[in-house]
């Protein structure tokens, strides 16, 4: 039916009747592209829609969410204010998406209490505070504030695309007296996974280089975690920090704070570009990230990005892995460095 060149018409059976389709448009829309049917993705254009910024979402809100929430709960302007701090805290700390959808059901939920105390003839806040938000919807459900400046060696942020928008990764790696055993856990998928073995087997490559002892990876046991594992986590953009991570437990020197990491390696030590550009760097402004190492390819995609929502962010781009482990370690070893001889 969607290939004019083997149908032009599609045929009702109820109807027993023939429509000429060669002239529609058909639309469809999906939160992720990989389960579409490849036969059916195959026969469409498809046009990537970003997820909005924080300062979107305020604006979409006050223009739109707010009003018409408040006419279909019958309160009138002058009944109940929602200010902009009131509108950032809902979509920070009671929402988790790259749309909107969710927030319009809290928006929703606030004005349902309004209109209680409205009927009920209750006294209320007419400007809404914190407080009462906190009252109304119940104590915060998301936490975007996750990152934490005292990370241990071993552990780097790598940066997610998710269908509800951007988020930080934590990559955690950990060694203990062994025989060199290798364990993967986080509830990962086969890219995920196979960007482990690769961004390990580069490392061993260059362990003369990076002054690893070889008896680092056979008298010591591996664990690499990435937390939340109730959450399937999979994609190509973790490789980067995957490396950072391990190269960072193995030379017992810091990922420099405040810092994030996006991308995909080779055994090469090439590093290769991702999507999911603004979702990514938007996630990392919420979380506090400062400085964002990406492939050079994609400095283009941060060029789309709106300066003001990008504001604060240091980026270094980066061909190799080289390049990429000099920006993102610190010189010094810690003090109390594991020694793997």
Request: hydrophobic share 40%; net charge negative; glycine share 6%.
């Amino acid at each position: 039916m969607l290939d004019p060149e083997q149908n032009t018409t599609f045929y009702d059976n109820y109807l027993e009747q023939e429509y000429d389709l060669s002239k529609v448009l058909f639309i469809a829309t999906a939160n992720n592209l990989g389960e579409i049917q490849p036969a059916l993705r195959d026969r469409m254009e498809v046009i990537q829609l970003s997820g909005y910024s924080l300062e979107e979402k305020i604006e979409i809100a006050k223009k739109h969410l707010v009003s018409k929430q408040r006419e279909a709960h019958g309160l009138k302007a002058s009944q109940v204010k929602l200010g902009d701090k009131i509108i950032q805290h809902l979509i920070s700390f009671y929402t988790y998406e790259s749309g909107v959808r969710e927030l319009d059901r809290v928006i929703a939920s606030v004005m349902r209490n309004i209109a209680k105390s409205v009927a009920t003839e209750e006294e209320y806040n007419i400007s809404i505070s914190i407080e009462d938000v906190t009252r109304i919807l119940g104590k915060p459900k998301y936490n975007h504030d996750k990152y934490s400046e005292n990370n241990p060696c071993g552990v780097a942020i790598g940066l997610a695309w998710t269908p509800m928008g951007g988020d930080i990764l934590f990559i955690e790696s950990t060694v203990s007296k062994g025989k060199g055993e290798l364990q993967i856990t986080g509830n990962l998928g086969n890219v995920m996974k196979e960007s482990f073995s690769t961004a390990l087997t580069y490392l061993k490559s260059k362990a003369d280089t990076l002054s690893i002892p070889k008896e680092a990876f056979t008298n010591w046991n591996l664990h690499i975690h990435v937390p939340e594992g109730a959450i399937p986590k999979d994609g190509p953009s973790a490789g980067i920090a995957i490396l950072s991570a391990l190269t960072s437990l193995y030379t017992q020197r810091k990922i420099k704070a405040y810092t994030a990491l996006s991308g995909e390696i080779t055994l090469r030590g090439k590093v290769l570009p991702v999507g999911g550009i603004k979702e990514k760097i938007l996630a990392a402004k919420r979380a506090g990230i400062k400085e964002i190492i990406l492939c050079k390819e994609n400095e283009k995609d941060v060029d789309e990005v709106q300066a003001d929502f990008i504001k604060g962010l240091k980026f270094h781009y980066v061909e190799t892995m080289d390049e990429a482990l000099e920006f993102a370690l610190e010189k010094k070893q810690i003090k109390d460095a594991i020694a793997f001889v």
